[in-house]
Every structure is written in structure tokens, then in C-alpha cells.
């Protein structure tokens, strides 16, 4: 059985590492084994006590933000030329998922963290696909709710299909998770 959680980033200093009884590595299906064993081995010179557990993000499908019933499934994406747009903080995670699903990254946009897409923005994409001769952008679920209805109106009246990539946070080792949680009850 597998569990799954919302997404929580961890913004405190590593100090603040000591007082956790459960340590969640996130991303951890992106690196290799070596990578993170050092960051447990870090952990470890903060809190020596805690259950760590890695996970990763899943993709799911991808949504269509533009056109109605037009979800696609994930192999859809393999060999498929895309436009990648978006405004998170660690974009290069999004663009590996997308390459570990063997889409063909044709074009980026990539903007500062939290950026709010602009009309300028959608004309800008607009020209990029255009120029590439691409149809389909990929954006992440934060980045989706940032292109508003009239937004996505325009990028459908210019034949451009956007498309979020949902994800879901999968843990790899589930025992430890299950017992600190048996252990609050």
C-alpha cells in the first residue's frame, strides 16, 4: 500500500532539524543512492534519533488546462515536442520529471519563483511556439493557477494546448512513517 502526502518544504535552518521525530527526503527519486546517503549522513549531525525516509514526486497525468476532455495520460507525453513555462523555485526538478517521461523539450520559459504570468508573458509564448513550431506547453500545478481564464483563452485561440503536470508525493519506505504514526494515537 502506498502513502500519499501533500508537498511541505522545509524553510527553517538545520538547526531546527533536532527537534523532528520523523525526516522526509524529498526528491529523492531524482539522485543517486550516494546523494542521499551525505544528506542522511548530514542529518545525522543534527538529530541522531530521527526515523528518515525518502520520497518522491509522481506524476500522475497531464491535465488540460485549455481544452475540455483533453487529458492525456503520461506515455501520450513520450517523444512529443513541448514548451516547458514555468515560475517555481527549482525548475531544473520539473524539467528532469519531464525528461524521465521522454517528452522532447523543444523551448523554455523559465521565470523567478512566484512569478504572476502576464499577458506579455502569453504573447511571448505565443511567438516561442510559433517559432518552434511546438503546440503543447507543460506548466507545474502552482504555475497552472497563475494563467487565469482569459489567459488560457488566448493561448487556445492561438492553437496552443497547456497542459499541468500533477503530482503526487510517493514514500519509499513506509515503516517507519507508519510506526510514529500507530505511536500518536
Known amino acids: 500500500m502506498s502513502i500519499y502526502c501533500p508537498v511541505v ?45 525518502t520520497a518522491g514526486y509522481q506524476p500522475l497525468k497531464l ?12 506515455k501520450d507525453l513520450t517523444n512529443q515536442e ?19 517521461l521522454q517528452a522532447v523539450i523543444k523551448g523554455k520559459m523559465i521565470f523567478a519563483d512566484h512569478h504572476q504570468f502576464t499577458f506579455q508573458d502569453c504573447q511571448q509564448l505565443i511567438k516561442k511556439t ?25 493561448l487556445r485561440k492561438n492553437d496552443i494546448k497547456i497542459y499541468s503536470l500533477p503530482v503526487e508525493l510517493k514514500f519509499f519506505e513506509e515503516k517507519p512513517l507508519r510506526k510514529l504514526l500507530s505511536l500518536s494515537n
Open 9 to 53: 518544504f522545509l524553510r527553517e535552518p538545520l538547526s531546527a532539524l533536532k527537534r523532528a521525530d520523523l525526516l522526509v527526503i524529498t526528491k529523492a527519486n531524482q539522485v543517486n543512492k550516494s546523494k542521499v546517503n551525505k544528506i542522511k549522513k548530514r542529518i545525522r549531525e543534527y538529530n541522531q534519533t530521527a526515523a528518515i525516509i
Open 63 to 74: 491535465r488540460s488546462l485549455n481544452y475540455q476532455q483533453d487529458d492525456l495520460v503520461l
Open 82 to 100: 513541448v514548451i516547458v513555462l514555468t515560475a517555481i523555485g527549482n525548475p531544473q526538478s520539473f524539467i528532469r520529471q519531464l525528461n524521465n
Open 130 to 154: 510559433q517559432a518552434l513550431a511546438v503546440k503543447r506547453v507543460i506548466v507545474t500545478e502552482k504555475d497552472a493557477v497563475k494563467l487565469d481564464r482569459e489567459k488560457l483563452k488566448l
